[in-house]
Every structure is written in structure tokens, then in C-alpha cells.
């Protein structure tokens, strides 16, 4: 890692649905050319975190600011033109569209043409299947090209910043392994900064550089993912390790069900 | 030979349903919402192409007038009437468009020249024939089945080609998604707004020289209505489909059936649509996300 550029940073938001308030006082920060992750559980807050950031939530309280610049409560579509790419939970691709179309709509704010050009032969390189199946209708593709169709949709748009949200979601572990293998060289031979969120602890820490641990819409941990990983609390609830010790006992009953 | 006259008849007053129809599910398709005014955009269209001839314009050039007039008073529409209630529960939005209609009715009887009478637009090509093979058409007829062929072209090719137009189908897919990509959803809507309104002021015009212009014309929404259901609702090709199916039995049943089962023949065919296929003939399988 060279020097510390944030590229993203958020303080003290706070979104609701309603009455509902799914994420509170949530700060964090992500640097230039990393890749952040928040970990959680079903529920945490972590989608609400992503919403808020691409413009679809607007937050009651807090501050984002991307590249110098705030962008709280903005269009979805001005956060965008920014250089903020979200690829949602779920994939949600258009589902009549062609493969190829579906990539063009990520693109959609951009109008140097070649440019554009340039990025859908990246895409086809970063995953082939894509361009076997360009003419396709993507509704009709497997749940694993469905992600990778969504990931690349978002990369069509130039990103400087990516969000991703869960991408393994229904994913077998080797699909999912392999897909997290190309966001890594996203991240490296592109110098896309993402921000990952995920269930999967395990991978998401493997993967990234820095991450922030979420419970009930508040960020209660915050490390390197290194030093993460090699924490008794995480490695008990969210890597799935049961610790042996006197302490072990206490917690097993606290332990929360991971896929 | 007569089967055939009363059957092209029949399409040609089947695809003014239809291009009415077409209106009816531009607007359902983007913004999940039943436009009930259709038929009042088609007679202020049919109107402005009237007052367009009236003023010496050729008909030629009263039918683009028309197209882009409602296509302001479209946009205007969605933007001043539609936009503030959006997030409404969708009865109230189609309690809306209904009370659009009444309004329009109301307007177009207090203007000068327009009112309460029945008008006749004088079209070139009014009361010629064309014969072919023993076959005679008239001419309005053909006129409406050209420019329909023409109109659904262009705007297939726009919705299949152009950035803006595959947004359309984006957006209507799944709106959440088209915004994460930066798509302008709104404005997107406010544009079919006004191409739903062109539209029906085509089908106005081009319905003219056939009937007459009216106040009241804008009833013949009620047959479009069943046109789009027929069709399936979701689905462009369906509307003009459903349209002309209901044209073409309408006007066989006009001729061949005993008096009355003219005008219940659209719902009658909505009906036994519902009962065998319950989406209608091009009804999409895959669910839409909001
Ligand atoms: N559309 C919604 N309406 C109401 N509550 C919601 C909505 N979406 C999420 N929530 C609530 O907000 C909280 C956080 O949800 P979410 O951000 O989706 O969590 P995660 O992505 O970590 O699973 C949850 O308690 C959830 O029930
Ligand atoms: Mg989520």
C-alpha cells in the first residue's frame, strides 16, 4: 500500500426505512485502490450502507463525502456521473435485455463512445461467457453469470468507486471463488477502488484490504483485515471457529447462524 | 370479395383501437399506471389537426403538427398532474386521468370553433377508392394501415436501437436497477408520456377523415381499453393485435350478426380472452421489479 488516499468517507450516517432506523452512526472511510469491506449479518444494515451511498436512500443525519466532495442526498443518477457504481444485491439485471444492452445501460451516462467500446472488450476479457452469450436475453442466464453480468454492468459505468453487494449470494463456493478471483484483478489491473460487502466473512476478508464489522446498524469493529482475521471475536462469529477456552462456553450460546 | 372490404375495414378501425391501445400500455409498461384519458388525448389531437386544416396547413403537415402538440401537452401532463402524485396509491392515480378527461371534454367545449359540434376534417384523399382485383377500399382506410405500419416501425426501431429507447425498456424491467445505473427514470417517464400522447393524436387524426371530430370522440378509449387486455397488457405488438382483433370482429359482426353485437363484440372477445389466457395473446411471463 502506498499513501493513504481516502477516497470515500462517511460520518455519522444515519438512514431509515420510515420509522425504521436501519444504520446508525456509521463511519467509515475507504482509501484509493483498496478494497474495504463491511462484514454483517442478514439485517445489519450493510445494503442500507451501499443505498445511501449511491443516492437511492437519502440519510436523516451525516455526511458522505466521495473524492472531496459531498454527496449526501444527491440524484442517484449525479452520484453516478461521479464515478460511483453500484452492483445490487441480487444481481437485478434487466431481465428482456440483451447481455450486451444490459452492459451498454451501465454505461448509460457516458458519451465517449470509444471509450464505452473499449470497456465492453475489457468486460468480455474479465468474463468470456458474457460475450458467448452477448445476443442472449440475460434473464436467461444462471445465477453465476447473472453476478458477473451485474459486476461487469457496473464496470461499464467507468467507476472510480464500486460498490458491490454481496456478490456470493447463491453462488456455489467455487463460482464464488472464481468470480472474487476477477474482482481482485479489477481492483489491481484497473485500480478500481471497491467497496465490498458480504456474509461471507471468510472470502471477504481474503480479499480485502481494511474492513468494518456491522451488527444492527452500527459499525463495531474496524481493522485491517489482516488483524481482523486473526481476532478471537471474529473468527468465533463470523468465521465460523469456535474457540476453545474458557470463554467458549459463554459465547456459544451469543453465536449467531452463518451461512 | 365483401368479406374482405369489411375485414380491411375492420383493421383499419381495429388499429386507430390499436394505436390508442398502444398509449394505454406505453404508460402502463413505464409507470405502472392505467392513463384513463387516453381516448380525450386522442380527440384534443384529433382538434389540433382539425384547426391545423381549418388554417389552410395541408393534411400531411397537420398530422406532425398534431403528434408534437400532444406531445408537449403530454409531457406537460405528466409533469404538472402525474408527478405530484406519484407514490399515490394507483386508484387514485387512475381516479386522476379520469378526471383529466372530464376536464378536457369540459375545455374543449368552451373554445371557440371547437364546442360542441361535430366537425369534418377535409382530407385530400377523402372519398377516393382504391380498387384492386374487384376489391374496393376506401382510401382512408389504406391511409390508416400505412401510417400505423409506418408509426410502429419507427417506433420499434426506437426502442430497440437508441440509448434512450432501450433505457425505456430498461426502466420498465426494473426501475431500482436502472437507477443504480444512473438512468434519468423520470424524465425517461415524462418522454413516454409524451410519445403515449403523440400517439394518440395520430390516431385522431388519421380517425377524421373516417368519422367526424367530437367532443365525445374520445369514447372510442373504451373500445381501446379491451384492445391493450386482449393483448396482454404489457406488450406493444399486443395492442395493435388486439386491436385489430377486435376491429375486424366488430365489423363482421356488424354486417353478419343481427343489430347489437356490434358494440358488445369487444367485450364480449376480452371476455373468452380472460377465460383461455388470462395474460392475454403476448402476456409476459416474466414478472416485473419495482
Ligand atoms: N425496504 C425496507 N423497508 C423497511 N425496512 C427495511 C427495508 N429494507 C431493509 N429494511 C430493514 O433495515 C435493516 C437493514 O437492512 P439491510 O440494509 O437490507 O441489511 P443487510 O443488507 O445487512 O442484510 C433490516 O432490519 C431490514 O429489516
Ligand atoms: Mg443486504
Known amino acids: 500500500m502506498t499513501v493513504e488516499e481516502p477516497i470515500l468517507r462517511l460520518q455519522n450516517v444515519e438512514s431509515s426505512y420510515g420509522p425504521v432506523k436501519a444504520i446508525r452512526g456509521v463511519s467509515l472511510t475507504v482509501n484509493k485502490g483498496t478494497i474495504a469491506t463491511v462484514l454483517g449479518a442478514n439485517g445489519a444494515g450493510k445494503t442500507t450502507i451501499l443505498k445511501t451511498i449511491s443516492g437511492i436512500i437519502d440519510p436523516d443525519k451525516g455526511t458522505i463525502t466521495f473524492r472531496g466532495e459531498q454527496i449526501q442526498k444527491r440524484d442517484p443518477a449525479w452520484i453516478v456521473r461521479r464515478g460511483i457504481c453500484h452492483c445490487p444485491e441480487g444481481r437485478e439485471v434487466f431481465p428482456l435485455l440483451s447481455v450486451r444492452d444490459n452492459l451498454m445501460m451501465g454505461a448509460y451516462t457516458r458519451a465517449d463512445r470509444d471509450a464505452v467500446a473499449r470497456d465492453l472488450e475489457m468486460v468480455y476479457g474479465y468474463f468470456p461467457v458474457l460475450r458467448d452469450r452477448a445476443g442472449e436475453e440475460a434473464g436467461k442466464l444462471s445465477g453465476g453469470q447473472q453476478q458477473m453480468l451485474s459486476i461487469s454492468r457496473a464496470l461499464m459505468g467507468d467507476p472510480d468507486l464500486m460498490l458491490l453487494d454481496e456478490p456470493s449470494l447463491g453462488l456455489s463456493p467455487k463460482l464464488t471463488r472464481e468470480i472474487f478471483d476477477i474482482v481482485v484483478r479489477i481492483n489491481r489491473e484497473r485500480g478500481k477502488t471497491i467497496l465490498l460487502v458480504e456474509q461471507n466473512a471468510n472470502l471477504a476478508l481474503s480479499v480485502a484490504d481494511h474492513g468494518y464489522v456491522l451488527e444492527v446498524g452500527r459499525i463495531v469493529m474496524d481493522d485491517t483485515c489482516e488483524r481482523l482475521r486473526a481476532n478471537p471475536d471474529v473468527q468465533e462469529f463470523y468465521l465460523g471457529m469456535k474457540e476453545k477456552g474458557v470463554r467458549g462456553e459463554r459465547r456459544w450460546k451469543k453465536r449467531k447462524t452463518w451461512r | 370479395m365483401q368479406v374482405l372490404q369489411v375485414v380491411i375495414s375492420g383493421i383499419s378501425q381495429g388499429l386507430i383501437y390499436g394505436l390508442i391501445a398502444l398509449g394505454f400500455v406505453l404508460i402502463y409498461k413505464a409507470t405502472e399506471t392505467v392513463n384513463f384519458a387516453q381516448g380525450e388525448l386522442m380527440m384534443l389531437g384529433a382538434f389540433l389537426g382539425l384547426t391545423a386544416v381549418t388554417f389552410g396547413m395541408p393534411f400531411w403537415a397537420a398530422l406532425p403538427l398534431a403528434f408534437a402538440g400532444m406531445w408537449v401537452i403530454g409531457i406537460l401532463l405528466e409533469r404538472v398532474v402525474l408527478r405530484p402524485i406519484l407514490g399515490q396509491p394507483a386508484f387514485t392515480v387512475v381516479m386522476v386521468t379520469i378526471g383529466v378527461g372530464f376536464v378536457a371534454r369540459g375545455v374543449v367545449t368552451m373554445i371557440p370553433g371547437w364546442g360542441t359540434d361535430t366537425h369534418a376534417l377535409a382530407a385530400p384523399f377523402k372519398g377516393e377508392l382504391v380498387r384492386a382485383g374487384g376489391l374496393v377500399v376506401g382510401m382512408e382506410h389504406i391511409v390508416v394501415i400505412a401510417a400505423t405500419i409506418a408509426l410502429s416501425t419507427a417506433l420499434y426501431l426506437f ?111 376480452v371476455l373468452v380472452v380472460l377465460v383461455v389466457k388470462p395474460t392475454g395473446i403476448f402476456g409476459e411471463t416474466a414478472s416485473k421489479k419495482v
Not at chain 2, 162 to 174: D, E, P
Not at chain 2, 211 to 220: K, L, R, S, Y
Not at chain 2, 250 to 258: A, F, I, M, Q, W
Open chain 2, 159 to 269: 426502442f430497440r436501437f437508441t440509448r434512450v429507447g432501450v433505457a425505456m425498456q430498461a426502466a420498465s424491467q426494473n426501475q431500482l436497477a436502472a437507477y443504480y445505473m444512473g438512468i434519468p427514470v423520470r424524465r425517461l417517464n415524462s418522454l413516454i408520456w409524451g410519445i403515449s400522447a403523440g400517439v394518440a393524436a395520430l390516431a385522431g387524426v388519421l380517425l377524421a377523415p373516417i368519422t367526424f371530430v367530437h367532443v365525445n370522440m374520445g369514447f372510442i378509449g373504451l373500445k381501446a381499453f379491451p384492445a391493450a387486455v386482449i393483448g396482454g397488457f404489457g406488450s406493444l405488438p399486443g395492442a395493435l393485435v388486439g386491436g385489430v382483433i377486435i376491429g375486424v370482429v366488430e365489423s363482421l359482426s356488424g354486417v353478419y350478426l343481427p343489430e347489437g353485437f356490434k358494440d358488445i363484440a369487444a367485450y364480449i372477445l
